[in-house]
């Protein structure tokens, strides 16, 4: 099965600083989701993405579908100590039901 | 509030040992999921049902098998735990409408000795 390129692995940053990580595909997409998961718990879906080029925000959070369908990108702007945890992209192709998920992005933040 | 269970949140179980991991979803939906989350790995699709007594194989389904007898439970089998089925599982279902993304529970940290 394939999985999907996400980077950064992991970023340690201050309070306050933002935050971009991104994630990259071999193939299409007509689907892109971003997950959070706190430690211990299971993913929570935090935005999800239909259409090439569309930009949607939650709260601080802000994501694209890239132009090729390929990509996606996730911002978190003004970060703060509850923002820890691991984010997953996650990918669909057209007509399937399964997510593809990438492999995470740790992230810590300094108070 | 909408809501996947897994029945533990830990489990120890020995090397050999036939496992059960249930899952329960109140939603009404059509598909589940049974994925594995290791360090560095992300999640992996083990198995994949699309209505009751459906199953599909995801990546990883050696070792594994699943079973759907009811529409809001899907159940995962080890036949015969191994120490590198240590890991985290995790259940999710979502409806078969496209544009409802998979809703995940609270995973199963299995440890096998």
């Known amino acids: 099965g394939q999985q999907l390129n996400q980077s950064p692995q992991s970023m340690f940053i201050q309070e306050g600083e933002d935050v971009s990580m991104n994630c990259t595909s071999s193939?299409?997409?007509?689907?892109w989701l971003w997950y959070k998961q706190d430690p211990g718990e299971g993913p929570v879906l935090l935005i999800a993405?239909?259409?090439?080029?569309e930009l949607t925000s939650n709260g601080r959070l802000t994501a694209q579908f890239g132009i090729t369908r390929k990509d996606s990108f996730l911002n978190i702007s003004a970060s703060i100590p509850s923002d820890v945890g691991i984010y997953f992209c996650?990918?669909?192709?057209?007509?399937?039901?399964?997510?593809?998920f990438g492999r995470g992005t740790s992230l810590i933040v300094h108070p | 509030d909408v809501k996947v269970t897994q029945s533990s949140r830990y489990l120890v179980k020995r090397t050999g040992e036939k496992v059960f991991l249930e899952c329960v979803q109140d939603m009404d939906h059509e598909n589940m999921f049974w994925y594995r989350q290791d360090p560095g790995l992300g999640l992996r699709l083990i198995y994949f049902?699309?209505?009751?007594?459906?199953?599909e194989k995801g990546d990883i389904p050696e070792g594994y098998s699943v079973s759907r007898e009811k529409k809001e439970r899907f159940s995962l089998i080890l036949e015969s735990a191994s120490t590198n089925q240590t890991s985290m599982y995790l259940c999710?279902?979502?409806?078969?409408?496209?544009?409802?993304?998979?809703?995940f529970g609270q995973g199963t940290r299995l440890t096998v000795v």
């Open positions: 999710a279902s979502s409806n078969r409408e496209m544009n409802t993304e998979a809703f």
């Open positions: 993405l239909y259409k090439a080029g």
């Open positions: 049902s699309y209505d009751v007594k459906m199953k």
């Open positions: 996650a990918g669909r192709s057209g007509g399937s039901y399964i997510p593809t």
């Open positions: 193939s299409i997409f007509n689907t």
